[in-house]
C-alpha cells in the first residue's frame, strides 16, 4: 500500500477514563478495564486533598470562618421573620467587606452572630458567651472611641449600630442601661449604675458620636 | 482576604432611610430632649439612596424627619415669655402643611398595600410584609404630627378623633403581620407606642398594651419576660415629653 509505518515496536500509551460505570461491551478491552478499574479503586483510597475529579475545599482559617458566619447572620435570603437587613437596613450586606479592618467592628460583629443565633434557636436566656462578647465589644468600642481618627470612621459607626441591634432587638436590654448611636447619658447618677466601660462610652458617645453622625464621612472606594 | 469595599458615599443610617431602624432614630430624636439636630442635619441623617427617591415612603420619612425639630421651635415658642403671636403662627402652618403631605402620602401607601397583585409579583408575601410596615409607620407619623400640632390647633378635636381612628388602624394591623414574628414584627412595637397616644378611651389603650406586651415578648425572650416592665419602653418616654402631655390627657 506504500504508507509508512510509524511508531512500529515502540511502547504505546493508553488514555483511561474515570467512568468506573462504564458497561463492559464483551471486548478484547474488558481485561484491561477490570485492570483499570482496580488501580482506580485503590486511587480513591489515596486520593490526594486536590484531586482533579473532584472540586477542591476552599482554603479557610479562623477569619474566614468568622466571616462565613456573618455573612449567615446577615443572608437575604433567610425568610423576614429572621432576616437582619429587612429589618434594621442594607447596610449590613457592606459589612463583610469590611471586617478586618477594625477591632470594633469584628467584635461587635462577633456578639451580633453569637445573640442571633441564640435568638434564631429559641434560646430563652442569652447565654454567657453572647455577653462576654458583647463586653469585649464594648472594650473594643471604646478604644475605638477614644481614637479620634478611628471615632469617626465608618466602621465605628457601624459596629455602633450592630451593639445597638443586639441591644434592644436581640438582648432587649434595659434602654436606661445602654448607651445608643444618638445619645450619651450625662446624668452621673446614671453613670454610678452602670459599668465600667459602659460609663466610659456613655461619656465619650454623646461628644464623639454626634459630630460624627452630623459629619459626611469619608467614601472610601480602594479596594483592601 | 476581604473582599473590594463598596464606596460608602454616606453613613449607615443613610444606607437605611427607608428602613424602621433609620425611623427609630428620629423616634428617638422626638422622645429624647438631649437630641437637637436641625432640619438641614435630620435631612443629610434620612437622606435616602437613588432608588428610594420620589417614592411615597421616602416622602413620609421626609416628613418624619422634620418633626423632632418642629417640635422643638413650637416647644420654645411656647416656653419663652413675649414671643410674638406671627411665630407660632408660622409654625403652625408649617406643621399643618407637613402634615397634610403626610397625610395625602398616606392615602398612596393604604391604596398599595390594598393592590398587591398576587398572581403576577414574584415574592407577594415580601412585599406585603413592606407595605404593610410602611402604612403602619404612615399611621404613627401622622399621629405624632396632629400630636405636636394639638396644642396650637383650632380644630384639635378633629386631629384627636383622626388619631383615636388611626391608633385602631395600627392595633388592627397587629393581626396583618403575624406570619411575620419575631424579629419581622419587631417595629409594630414603636408604631403601638405612638398609637396608644392616640388612642382616646380606656378600652383601645388596654387592647394596645396587651398587643404591645406580646409582641415585646418576641424579642425579649432571650431575657424572660419578668424584666419587661425594667426595659424602659417607649411609652415611658413619650408619656414623660410634655408636648404629648395635653393629649394624652395625663
Same mark, same amino acid.
Given at each position: 500500500?506504500?504508507?509508512?509505518?510509524?511508531?512500529?515496536?515502540?511502547? #504505546?500509551?493508553?488514555?483511561?477514563?474515570?467512568?468506573?460505570?462504564?458497561?463492559?461491551?464483551?471486548?478484547?478491552?474488558?481485561?484491561?478495564?477490570?485492570?483499570?478499574? $482496580?488501580?482506580?479503586?485503590?486511587?480513591?483510597?489515596?486520593?490526594?486533598?486536590?484531586?482533579?475529579?473532584?472540586?477542591?475545599?476552599?482554603?479557610?482559617?479562623?477569619?474566614?470562618?468568622?466571616?462565613?458566619?456573618?455573612? $449567615?447572620?446577615?443572608?437575604?435570603?433567610?425568610?423576614?421573620?429572621?432576616?437582619?437587613?429587612?429589618?434594621?437596613?442594607?447596610?449590613?450586606?457592606?459589612?463583610?467587606?469590611?471586617?478586618g479592618?477594625?477591632?470594633a467592628?469584628d467584635? $461587635?460583629?462577633?456578639?451580633?452572630?453569637? $445573640?442571633?443565633?441564640?435568638?434564631?434557636?429559641?434560646?430563652?436566656?442569652?447565654?454567657?458567651?453572647?455577653?462576654?462578647?458583647?463586653?469585649?465589644?464594648?472594650?473594643?468600642?471604646?478604644?475605638?472611641?477614644?481614637?479620634?481618627?478611628?471615632?469617626?470612621?465608618?466602621?465605628?459607626?457601624?459596629?455602633?449600630?450592630?451593639?445597638?441591634?443586639?441591644?434592644v #432587638?436581640?438582648?432587649?436590654?434595659?434602654?436606661?442601661?445602654?448607651?445608643?448611636?444618638?445619645?450619651?447619658?450625662s446624668?452621673?447618677?446614671?453613670?454610678?449604675?452602670?459599668?465600667?466601660?459602659?460609663?466610659a462610652?456613655?461619656?465619650?458617645? #454623646?461628644?464623639?458620636?454626634?459630630?460624627?453622625? #452630623?459629619?459626611?464621612l469619608?467614601?472610601?472606594?480602594?479596594?483592601? | 482576604?476581604?473582599?473590594p469595599?463598596?464606596?460608602?458615599?454616606?453613613?449607615?443610617?443613610?444606607?437605611?432611610?427607608?428602613?424602621?431602624?433609620?425611623?427609630?432614630?428620629?423616634?428617638?430624636?422626638?422622645?429624647?430632649?438631649?437630641?437637637?439636630?436641625?432640619?438641614?442635619?435630620?435631612?443629610?441623617?434620612?437622606?435616602?439612596?437613588?432608588?428610594?427617591?420620589?417614592?411615597?415612603?421616602?416622602?413620609?420619612?421626609?416628613?418624619?424627619g422634620?418633626?423632632?425639630?418642629l417640635?422643638?421651635?413650637?416647644?420654645?415658642?411656647?416656653?419663652?415669655?413675649?414671643?410674638?403671636?406671627?411665630?407660632?403662627?408660622?409654625?403652625?402652618?408649617?406643621?399643618?402643611?407637613?402634615?397634610?403631605?403626610?397625610?395625602?402620602?398616606?392615602?398612596?401607601l393604604?391604596?398599595?398595600?390594598?393592590?398587591?397583585?398576587?398572581?403576577?409579583?414574584?415574592?407577594?408575601?415580601?412585599?406585603?410584609?413592606?407595605?404593610?410596615?410602611?402604612?403602619? &409607620?404612615?399611621?404613627?407619623?401622622?399621629?405624632?404630627?396632629?400630636?405636636?400640632?394639638?396644642?396650637?390647633?383650632?380644630?384639635?378635636?378633629?386631629?384627636?378623633?383622626?388619631?383615636?381612628?388611626?391608633?385602631?388602624?395600627?392595633?388592627?394591623?397587629?393581626?396583618?403581620?403575624?406570619?411575620?414574628?419575631?424579629?419581622?414584627?419587631?417595629?409594630?412595637i414603636?408604631?403601638?407606642?405612638?398609637?396608644?397616644?392616640?388612642?382616646?378611651?380606656?378600652?383601645?389603650?388596654?387592647?394596645?398594651?396587651? &398587643?404591645?406586651?406580646?409582641?415585646?415578648?418576641?424579642?425579649?425572650?432571650?431575657?424572660?419576660?419578668?424584666?419587661?416592665?425594667?426595659?424602659?419602653?417607649?411609652?415611658?418616654? &413619650?408619656?414623660?415629653?410634655?408636648?404629648?402631655?395635653?393629649?394624652?390627657?395625663?
Open positions: 500500500m506504500n504508507i509508512p509505518c510509524i511508531g512500529l515496536g515502540q511502547r #504505546r500509551f493508553k488514555w483511561v477514563t474515570n467512568d468506573q460505570n462504564r458497561p463492559s461491551d464483551g471486548n478484547d478491552d474488558q481485561d484491561d478495564y477490570r485492570v483499570n478499574r $482496580a488501580w482506580l479503586s485503590t486511587r480513591h483510597r489515596s486520593r490526594p486533598l486536590f484531586s482533579s475529579d473532584h472540586p477542591s475545599r476552599t482554603l479557610s482559617n479562623d477569619f474566614t470562618i468568622f466571616l462565613g458566619a456573618f455573612a $449567615a447572620t446577615i443572608s437575604p435570603t433567610t425568610h423576614i421573620k429572621y432576616q437582619l437587613p429587612w429589618n434594621f437596613g442594607d447596610y449590613l450586606q457592606e459589612i463583610p467587606c469590611r471586617l479592618s477594625s477591632k467592628l467584635a $461587635a460583629s462577633d456578639a451580633l452572630i453569637a $445573640a442571633y443565633s441564640r435568638f434564631c434557636c429559641n434560646h430563652t436566656e442569652l447565654g454567657l458567651e453572647p455577653v462576654k462578647k458583647y463586653t469585649a465589644a464594648l472594650r473594643e468600642l471604646k478604644i475605638s472611641l477614644d481614637d479620634p481618627v478611628k471615632a469617626h470612621s465608618s466602621e465605628t459607626l457601624a459596629a455602633i449600630n450592630l451593639l445597638q441591634i443586639y441591644q #432587638r436581640l438582648a432587649s436590654l434595659p434602654s436606661s442601661r445602654y448607651p445608643t448611636s444618638l445619645t450619651g447619658s446624668s452621673s447618677a446614671e453613670h454610678k449604675t452602670l459599668p465600667v466601660t459602659q460609663q462610652l456613655h461619656k465619650s458617645s #454623646r461628644a464623639v458620636v454626634v459630630p460624627a453622625l #452630623r459629619t459626611p469619608k467614601a472610601k472606594s480602594s479596594c483592601q | 482576604m476581604r473582599g469595599i463598596v464606596s460608602l458615599s454616606s453613613s449607615p443610617i443613610q444606607k437605611s432611610s427607608t428602613n424602621v431602624p433609620n425611623q427609630s432614630k428620629i423616634f428617638e430624636g422626638l422622645s429624647n430632649p438631649q437630641i437637637n439636630f436641625t432640619d438641614q442635619e435630620w435631612e443629610d441623617l434620612i437622606e435616602p439612596p437613588k432608588a428610594a427617591r420620589g417614592t411615597p415612603d421616602q416622602t413620609m420619612v421626609y416628613c418624619f422634620r418633626a423632632p425639630y417640635m422643638s421651635r413650637l416647644k420654645a415658642a411656647r416656653n419663652t415669655p413675649n414671643t410674638p403671636p406671627s411665630t407660632i403662627r408660622n409654625l403652625t402652618v408649617e406643621g399643618h402643611a407637613l402634615r397634610n403631605t403626610a397625610r395625602s402620602t398616606l392615602e398612596i393604604h391604596t398599595r398595600l390594598l393592590n398587591i397583585d398576587q398572581e403576577t409579583v414574584k415574592h407577594p408575601h415580601i412585599l406585603h410584609a413592606h407595605y404593610t410596615r410602611m402604612y403602619t &409607620l404612615g399611621l404613627a407619623i401622622v399621629i405624632i404630627l396632629n400630636c405636636i400640632l394639638d396644642e396650637f390647633s383650632d380644630n384639635f378635636w378633629e386631629l384627636r378623633d383622626e388619631s383615636a381612628a388611626f391608633a385602631q388602624d395600627i392595633a388592627d394591623m397587629a393581626d396583618e403581620i403575624e406570619p411575620y414574628r419575631p424579629l419581622g414584627s419587631a417595629w409594630i414603636m408604631c403601638l407606642s405612638i398609637a396608644w397616644m392616640g388612642a382616646r378611651d380606656r378600652r383601645s389603650r388596654s387592647r394596645i398594651e396587651e &398587643l404591645y406586651l406580646d409582641f415585646l415578648c418576641d424579642i425579649s425572650r432571650l431575657c424572660g419576660n419578668a424584666n419587661l416592665i425594667a426595659t424602659g419602653s417607649p411609652f415611658d418616654l &413619650l408619656k414623660k415629653n410634655d408636648m404629648f402631655q395635653r393629649f394624652i390627657g395625663a
